[in-house]
Nanobody, 125 residues
Framework: QVHLVDSGGGLVQPGGSLRLSCAAS????????MGWYRQAPGKQRELVAY???????DYADSVKGRFTISRDNAKNTVYLQMNSLKPEDTAIYLC???????????????????WGQGTQVTVSS
């Protein structure tokens, strides 16, 4: 299996910055897409940013120009740099990675779709 650990959240004032990280571990063969989602209380989970294996990115309109997603393939890690944070950015942020891993018991390559545990981001004065 593939295990994700995301971190970097916290309390920040409006206009501030945070950098989230999500590191994957396990018998990973390749990672295709990496994404960051967020879920605020009483709202549906939404896609914030996405990056594919070729490095192409996409962002929710609400974060364009403020957030930047990047990936380090050697470390199986995805980052989200968040600048000019607003109170409406307050949410639990979760990473999502999709790819292929090698099942240790059988040696068979299988697809994985894994989520991090979530990290709280609170933007407040």
């Amino acid at each position: 299996q593939v295990h994700l650990v995301d971190s970097g959240g916290g309390l920040v004032q409006p206009g501030g910055s945070l950098r989230l990280s999500c590191a994957a571990s396990g018998s990973i063969a390749s990672i295709s897409t990496m994404g960051w989602y967020r879920q605020a209380p009483g709202k549906q989970r939404e896609l914030v940013a996405y990056i594919n294996s070729g490095g192409s990115t996409d962002y929710a309109d609400s974060v364009k120009g403020r957030f930047t997603i990047s990936r380090d393939n050697a470390k199986n890690t995805v980052y989200l740099q968040m600048n000019s944070l607003k109170p409406e950015d307050t949410a639990i942020y979760l990473c999502n990675l999709n790819g292929v891993y090698r099942e240790p018991s059988s040696g068979i390559f299988r697809n994985f779709h894994s989520w991090g545990q979530g990290t709280q981001v609170t933007v407040s004065s």
